[in-house]
């Protein structure tokens, strides 16, 4: 890998600023993603009984043909393939919470230390959560126009006087063209207000009586020059994509025969975010509702859940072991203003991977990023 040029970071936190994304070429040693690739695969070759206990994954594909079934299959955004393969769009959620190889690439390679560099945090950055994208060749759909934001659980307004640093990142692990589904952004969108997230495989809102607007139609606007929108046609692994998470962002589809575009969307945050819930954010059920998500959760899920809280208290369950359930308790015990690192189940959920203080440490000892175990 080449260390990515002085200049190239400031180009990236000017675009950042300007347009709400920028991209960084060449930030991730080969060996990170051929890592990273590794585990997606191994991710996403998991048997479908797996699926019903570990992680949660949706098939796109499928909530698209639930939604033809339902006589609603004129909202689903998709493009003609080249041939019909039958390829899948596939995403999975929260994969660094149980894949230690994604884990590992998340909190350990040399990404944190780009992002905090892009996105200029100079105190410490926390890893928020994944999602995780494959469009198989020949899977037809686009990933429809939104904002991360409304999803998340803090306020990212651009516009505000202090601004929060957050970034999520697009890793792709595959070289990315215009016809396998390359990234689009629409310039300077981090500014606006958040809008109701939608389905993502069409624009409707995934809480059907949600008080918060939908997004304005961004393709008719693009064709009447209202917007502007930056295409990423020649993304190769190693690169990285970075949008602020009001930027409104979505996908083409993968209408090519033969190539696979799998990417990891990776979410971090500055050492000043403070929680917000929002009446935008999508319940869970709503979520595995609307994306066909396999996972099932059970009286018996919840009753091991205490069990393993209580196992945390007494000190007969390490950090390391609590990472997934600490998700799920922070989501019901964070409260609006608490920082990310406010509380027990907050300090694990969102682990603090990279800050100035240690980075000067390792650079002492001269100690690989990628083979840092903790921070
Ligand atoms: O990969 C895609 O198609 C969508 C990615 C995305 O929405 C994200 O990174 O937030």
Redesign the pocket.
Known sequence: MEEAPHDQYKQAQQDLLQNGVCILRGVIPQTQINQLREALEEVFSRDASSQLTVGARSNMTKAANTLKLQGKGNTILEEPTEIETGGKYLTELEVGRWNKGVRHFEHNSTLPAAVAKAIGETEQLHFYMD?I?L?EAGSKLK?AW?Q?APYFPFDCNANSSNPVKAA?C?VPVDAVAANS?G?HYVKGSHKWQEYAPNV?ITNQPIDKNSQTSSLPDIDQGAKDGIYEIIKFTNVKPGDVII?HPNCV???GANVSASKRRL?A?LRYVGSETKWKNKSTNPSSRNLAKQWEINRQTSVLTIGTMLMRRLMRRVGLLSDENFYEDSYNWVTREMKDGYKMNAIDSARVAFPVVWSKKKEKQLLVNDKPEFLRSKI
């Open positions: 999602h994208f469009k990933t939104h991360d999520v697009w589904g990234m993502l949008h962002h979505g996908s990417a969307s």
